[in-house]
C-alpha cells in the first residue's frame, strides 16, 4: 500500500485566512482525492486533484473556496481559503493503489479548527 | 441517489464476536468496503468485496454481502480492546469515487 503524509496534521487558524494543506505520496500515483470529514459525519469528496491540469469538483465545492495544485504524481495541495468556524473539519487525501486500482488508501488527515 | 446507512453504535464485550451492519441503495455499486479510524487518526482499509461474491474472510474479519437486499456485514471475531475504532462502510461503482456511511462507532469493554 501506499504510505501518504499530510502537512500540518492541525491547526487553529482565524476566520478570514486561509491554510493550504500538503499531501506526499511515497510512489507516484495517478489517481489522488481530497475529502472533508465534518465533526462527527462521514466523509465526503471535495474533489479529485489532476495531474497537469485543473481539479475536478464535487457537487458544492468551488475552485475559488478550495484551490488544489497536483504538479506532479507525488504530491498535492488544498487549500481552504477565506475560512470560517463551518470549514472546521479534518481534511484527507486519498490515493489509489497502481497494482490495486480497487483500493484506495487515506492520509492521516489534517485537523483544522477556525475559530 | 447513493446512499449508505449504518448503525451508529455498537458495544461488545472482550472476546464477543461483533457484526457491523450497513445498506446501501445502488444497485450498481461494483466494490463495498471497511475502513476503521481510531481516534486522531486517519482512515485504515480493512477489507472489501467485490459485489460478485457473497463472503469474503481474512484472519478475523469476515464480510458477508447480500446483493439481494443490498446489505453488508462486517464481523470481527475475538473482539479485542484495540478494536475500539469507527467503522465505515463505503461503496464503489469502481471508478474510484467512495461514497461513505456515517460510521458506527465500536464500543470494546473488557
Known amino acids: 500500500s501506499a504510505v501518504i503524509s499530510q502537512k500540518p496534521s492541525r491547526d487553529i487558524c482565524q476566520r478570514g485566512t486561509s491554510l493550504t494543506i500538503q499531501c506526499q505520496v511515497d510512489?507516484?500515483?495517478?489517481?489522488m482525492f481530497w475529502y472533508r470529514q465534518q465533526p462527527g459525519q462521514s466523509l465526503t469528496l471535495i474533489a479529485t486533484a489532476n495531474q497537469g491540469s485543473e481539479a475536478t469538483y464535487e457537487s458544492g465545492f468551488v475552485i475559488d473556496k478550495f484551490p488544489i495544485s497536483r504538479p506532479n504524481l507525488t504530491f498535492s495541495t488544498l487549500t481552504v481559503s477565506n475560512m470560517s468556524p463551518e470549514d472546521s473539519s479534518i481534511y484527507l487525501c486519498?490515493?489509489?493503489?497502481?497494482?490495486?486500482?480497487?483500493?484506495?488508501?487515506f492520509g492521516p488527515g489534517t485537523r483544522l479548527t477556525v475559530l | 441517489g447513493e446512499d449508505v446507512e449504518q448503525s451508529l453504535f455498537l458495544s461488545v464485550r472482550e472476546g464477543d464476536s461483533s457484526v457491523i451492519n450497513c445498506t446501501y441503495t445502488d444497485s450498481s455499486s461494483t466494490y463495498l468496503y471497511w475502513y476503521k479510524q481510531e481516534p486522531g487518526a486517519g482512515l485504515q482499509l480493512l477489507t472489501y468485496i467485490f459485489s460478485n461474491m457473497d463472503m469474503k474472510q481474512d484472519q478475523r474479519l469476515t464480510v458477508l454481502l447480500n446483493k439481494k437486499d443490498k446489505h453488508l456485514s462486517l464481523r470481527i471475531a475475538d473482539t479485542q480492546t484495540g478494536d475500539s475504532a469507527i467503522y465505515f462502510c463505503a461503496e464503489s461503482m469502481g471508478y474510484s469515487t467512495l461514497t461513505f456511511g456515517k460510521g458506527t462507532m465500536l464500543l470494546v469493554s473488557p
Open positions: 486519498s490515493v489509489v493503489g497502481e497494482a490495486t486500482v480497487h483500493e484506495q488508501f
Open positions: 510512489s507516484q500515483v495517478t489517481m
